[in-house]
């Protein structure tokens, strides 16, 4: 069956450094992988997406790569900042409906920046 | 330009009731998924609705049904209320063609008792 894994403990960073997030995945060949930040008792916005035929996508301060062989992706996060304290969530899109199809999420990473 | 809006915001039930959640999904966007978020875990996908019809399905089972109405909003039932089913209902919506990305209603907490 399919299995996505994220770093199962929270990860703490100084402030102003990288945070670096992973997610794996078994069982499956994603078209489009998405990385969501949740806060606590909202529902997940969207970060970035990034296609299976791309290495790398970047957004201000975030950067995402895809490994389709190593069936990975890092969410890096540069210059990090109190605010950017969150739980990270990956998921995986098939991209076989034709438009947005129902995502496979891992369980997120929980980032805590520390001042 | 309002975003997904979900009702209700809590919801307390018993085991064994039913229930119905509300979504309204974002200006200009005619597909609403719904997902099921245990504590601690990542959302589940429960399905999807596409023109008023179930057009996607997750592994859950067919207690959990659904409705898409001409206005593209959308409900969730759940029927025979299990102490499992107490979790995070969001619901997600976007635009068929578009990009893949979803966007998420803040979510009802339901609590089965």
């Known amino acids: 069956s399919q299995k996505i894994e994220q770093n199962s403990e929270a990860l703490n960073i100084q402030e102003g450094k990288t945070a670096t997030l992973t997610c794996n995945y078994t069982n499956y060949s994603p078209a489009y992988l998405q990385w969501y930040r949740q806060d606590p008792g909202r529902g997940p916005v969207f970060l970035l997406l990034?296609?299976?035929?791309?290495k790398e996508k970047r957004k201000e301060r975030l950067k995402v790569t895809f490994d389709t062989t190593l069936k990975q992706s890092l969410f890096h996060i540069t210059a990090s900042q109190p605010a950017d304290s969150a739980t990270y969530l990956c998921a995986l899109d098939s991209g076989s409906g034709g438009g947005a199809d129902g995502l496979t999420f891992g369980k997120g990473t929980h980032l805590i920046i520390q001042p | 330009d309002a975003g997904v809006t979900q009702s209700p915001t809590h919801l307390i039930k018993t085991r064994g009731q039913q229930v119905t959640l509300r979504c309204s999904p974002k200006?200009?966007?005619?597909?609403v998924s719904w997902y099921q978020q245990a504590l601690g875990q990542g959302p589940q996908f429960i399905f999807q609705y596409y023109e008023e019809e179930e057009r996607q399905r997750g592994n859950f089972p067919d207690r959990f049904s659904g409705h898409q109405f001409p206005n593209y909003s959308s409900e969730l039932n759940v029927n025979a209320l299990l102490l499992g089913d107490s979790a995070l209902y969001l619901c997600?919506?976007?635009?068929?063609?578009?990009?893949?990305?979803?966007?998420f209603g803040p979510g009802t907490r339901l609590t089965v008792l």
């Open positions: 997600a919506s976007s635009k068929t063609g578009a990009t893949n990305e979803q966007f």
């Open positions: 990034i296609r299976e035929n791309e």
């Open positions: 200006s200009g966007h005619d597909t």
